[in-house]
């Protein structure tokens, strides 16, 4: 909608919320539908075109506000092409549920992963036949003790805070440049049984669609091979942020493998235009997580309930109480409609891959991409002229020293950032690792020198030891001007940085054409 249409809709809300206020004595205290009566009243997914306000408004008393979260996550998953499994009316038992972020859905996942490793090695039962009650055998705190999760060093740091709140260790995989910084399967093999040889118990693994610092995609299919020899190790899938491209068709590619994890999560408010907090997370199978989160005093206790009628997602979450967050889910998904969400996330993509044309092209004695572009993120640094680096220019190199053009498979750039391997495993003191961490130091500069302008606002990461700034927008107002803008200012910015410190040298300014 634009700005006028949003202006009307949004007077009708605060007219509706008044409206609703104002009756509430002549409303039902509880609501007197049956449980399950929604799924009939509305399609079976999201609308292909947007709706107008009007239509959906219609809707929102009559049909909506006593159940809803069951309905759109299941459009959802269809939507980014999940497996089947993950749907609530699978015959494996799956399902979504709202989280509050991508952390939360990661601590979840854990708590839930631990609990079901747990009772799988300790049964549920003593050996005198007696229920199994946890904590009261000492054998069961010895496992407890022994218990690592697990995630590559390019992993969020989510993962390893929640091994701070459930009480279980943290290990981090190695990644290389020449995987592009993805978890492979033969790394994760590695890794498993160097834990083991360890005396230590891998329960949990977070494995990644798009990592923060490179959106690099972890070996899917690779990892589904391992997880048949481990197949007590809970797979958690991160796609915070670059979930949302599987929306379209080309990259459905990248749910290969996805059948043989455990959950998989997704932020709506991050690229699908959705307003803070609306993180979906799916599982094939919901027992593990009920089981380990639920508990139902007698406060709790009702009909539906206790009858299976209803899903009780307190028992999907840490906390009790929850918000209806899945309104605003349904609203974005018919006001836009799916041809609306695929053109957005199209869009940046396309503007990223833009954007890397100008850093190759008329930035390429400037700038070097580490990374991408990926998911509409472009990963670069600036450049510091040497002769010992000759034939770097637009930081994509092939064997004779020559270049080569970036080439997308899946959201994938392939190559760029193979020329920094030498690098990162420099020793150093080398005129190269020298090199680095001068390139290091003026990328920095450039990169706090711009943010404190406030023109515009950048992120920077490290790659191993390389200082990098990334530069992505999933804004919806985002055009090839601003884009346009941020890299003038880059340009500009490194300049102005690299003529500074040639004069700090006493050496001679040189001209950049």
Same mark, same amino acid.
């Not at 020793?427 to 003026?442: C, F």
């Given at each position: 909608?634009?700005?006028?249409?949003?202006?009307?809709?949004?007077?009708?809300?605060?007219?509706?919320?008044?409206? *609703?206020?104002?009756?509430?004595? &002549?409303?039902?205290?509880?609501?007197?539908?049956?449980?399950?009566?929604?799924?009939?009243?509305?399609?079976?997914?999201?609308?292909?075109?947007?709706?107008?306000?009007?239509?959906?408004?219609?809707?929102?008393?009559?049909?909506?506000?006593?159940?809803?979260?069951? /309905?759109? !996550?299941?459009?959802?998953?269809?939507?980014?092409?999940?497996? +089947?499994?993950?749907?609530?009316?699978?015959?494996?038992?799956?399902?979504?549920?709202?989280?509050?972020?991508?952390?939360?859905?990661?601590?979840?996942?854990?708590?839930?992963?631990?609990? =079901?490793?747990?009772?799988? *090695?300790?049964?549920?039962?003593?050996?005198?036949?007696?229920?199994?009650?946890?904590?009261?055998?000492?054998?069961?705190?010895?496992?407890?003790?022994? !218990?690592?999760?697990?995630?590559?060093?390019?992993?969020?740091?989510?993962?390893?805070?929640?091994?701070?709140?459930?009480?279980?260790?943290?290990?981090?995989? &190695?990644?290389?440049?020449?995987?592009?910084?993805?978890?492979?399967?033969?790394?994760?093999?590695?890794?498993?049984?160097?834990?083991?040889?360890?005396?230590?118990?891998?329960?949990?693994?977070?494995?990644?669609?798009?990592?923060?610092?490179?959106?690099?995609?972890?070996?899917?299919?690779?990892?589904?091979?391992? +997880?048949?020899?481990?197949?007590?190790?809970?797979? *958690?899938?991160?796609?915070?942020?670059?979930?949302?491209? @599987?929306? @379209?068709?080309?990259?459905?590619?990248?749910?290969?493998?996805?059948?043989?994890?455990?959950?998989?999560?997704?932020?709506?408010?991050?690229? @699908?235009?959705?307003?803070?907090?609306?993180?979906?997370?799916?599982?094939?199978?919901?027992?593990?997580?009920?089981?380990? !989160?639920?508990?139902?005093?007698?406060?709790?206790?009702?009909?539906?309930?206790?009858?299976?009628?209803?899903?009780?997602?307190?028992?999907?979450?840490?906390?009790?109480?929850? =918000?209806?967050?899945? !309104?605003?889910?349904?609203?974005?998904? =018919?006001?836009?409609?799916?041809?609306?969400?695929?053109?957005?996330?199209?869009?940046?993509?396309?503007?990223?891959?833009?954007?890397?044309?100008?850093?190759?092209?008329?930035?390429?004695?400037?700038?070097?991409?580490?990374?991408?572009?990926?998911?509409?993120?472009?990963?670069?640094?600036?450049?510091?002229?040497?002769?010992?680096?000759?034939?770097?220019?637009?930081?994509?190199?092939?064997?004779?020293?020559?270049?080569?053009?970036?080439?997308?498979?899946?959201?994938?750039?392939?190559?760029?950032?193979?020329?920094?391997?030498?690098?990162?495993?420099?020793? *150093?003191?080398?005129?190269?690792? +020298?090199?680095?961490?001068?390139?290091?130091?003026?990328?920095?500069?450039?990169?706090?020198?711009?943010?404190?302008?406030?023109?515009?606002? @950048?992120?920077?990461?490290?790659?191993?030891?390389?200082?990098?700034?990334?530069? /992505?927008?999933?804004?919806?107002?985002?055009?090839?001007?601003?884009?346009?803008?941020?890299?003038?200012?880059?340009?500009?910015?490194?300049?102005?940085?690299?003529?500074?410190?040639? =004069?700090?040298?006493?050496?001679?300014?040189?001209?950049?054409?």
């Amino acid at each position: 909608m634009n700005a006028e249409e949003f202006r009307r809709a949004a007077y009708s809300a605060v007219d509706e919320i008044i409206d *609703h206020l104002s009756t509430l004595d &002549s409303k039902r205290v509880v609501s007197n539908v049956s449980p399950g009566y929604l799924q009939p009243l509305l399609p079976a997914g999201p609308p292909d075109k947007g709706e107008k306000w009007d239509e959906i408004q219609k809707d929102i008393e009559t049909k909506i506000m006593p159940e809803l979260e069951t /309905v759109v !996550l299941d459009w959802m998953c269809s939507a980014l092409h999940l497996p +089947k499994s993950y749907l609530s009316t699978s015959p494996t038992g799956g399902g979504g549920v709202i989280q509050g972020s991508a952390s939360e859905a990661i601590v979840t996942a854990m708590i839930a992963a631990r609990e =079901r490793y747990v009772k799988e *090695h300790m049964g549920s039962s003593n050996g005198d036949g007696s229920p199994r009650i946890n904590g009261e055998d000492e054998r069961e705190w010895r496992l407890r003790s022994r !218990l690592v999760a697990l995630g590559s060093e390019m992993s969020h740091s989510s993962t390893q805070k929640a091994t701070m709140i459930t009480g279980v260790k943290y290990r981090s995989i &190695s990644v290389n440049a020449a995987d592009e910084f993805a978890l492979t399967g033969r790394g994760l093999k590695k890794a498993l049984e160097e834990f083991r040889s360890e005396g230590l118990e891998p329960f949990y693994l977070t494995v990644t669609l798009g990592t923060t610092a490179t959106c690099a995609v972890d070996r899917f299919q690779e990892i589904a091979e391992v +997880k048949k020899e481990y197949p007590n190790l809970w797979i *958690h899938v991160d796609a915070a942020y670059a979930g949302a491209a @599987l929306l @379209l068709d080309e990259y459905q590619g990248l749910t290969k493998g996805l059948e043989m994890f455990d959950s998989f999560d997704v932020n709506m408010h991050k690229w @699908l235009l959705t307003n803070f907090d609306a993180s979906c997370m799916f599982l094939p199978r919901r027992e593990p997580l009920i089981s380990a !989160l639920s508990i139902t005093p007698s406060y709790l206790q009702n009909s539906y309930s206790a009858s299976g009628l209803v899903t009780d997602y307190r028992d999907w979450q840490i906390p009790l109480g929850r =918000r209806f967050r899945a !309104l605003k889910i349904w609203f974005v998904l =018919r006001s836009y409609g799916m041809d609306g969400l695929k053109k957005h996330v199209s869009r940046h993509i396309e503007l990223g891959e833009r954007f890397a044309g100008w850093v190759r092209d008329e930035g390429r004695d400037l700038f070097e991409i580490v990374s991408g572009p990926r998911f509409a993120l472009t990963v670069l640094r600036v450049k510091i002229p040497n002769e010992s680096r000759k034939g770097y220019t637009n930081g994509i190199m092939n064997g004779d020293g020559g270049m080569t053009e970036t080439k997308i498979n899946d959201g994938v750039a392939n190559g760029d950032i193979q020329l920094f391997n030498d690098e990162i495993n420099n020793v *150093h003191g080398t005129p190269e690792a +020298k090199t680095m961490e001068e390139a290091n130091i003026v990328t920095k500069e450039v990169y706090e020198k711009i943010n404190n302008s406030g023109e515009i606002f @950048l992120t920077s990461t490290m790659i191993k030891d390389i200082y990098a700034i990334r530069v /992505v927008s999933a804004n919806e107002q985002t055009d090839e001007q601003h884009l346009r803008k941020a890299f003038d200012i880059l340009v500009r910015t490194s300049l102005e940085v690299l003529s500074d410190r040639k =004069r700090e040298k006493g050496q001679k300014d040189q001209v950049w054409l």
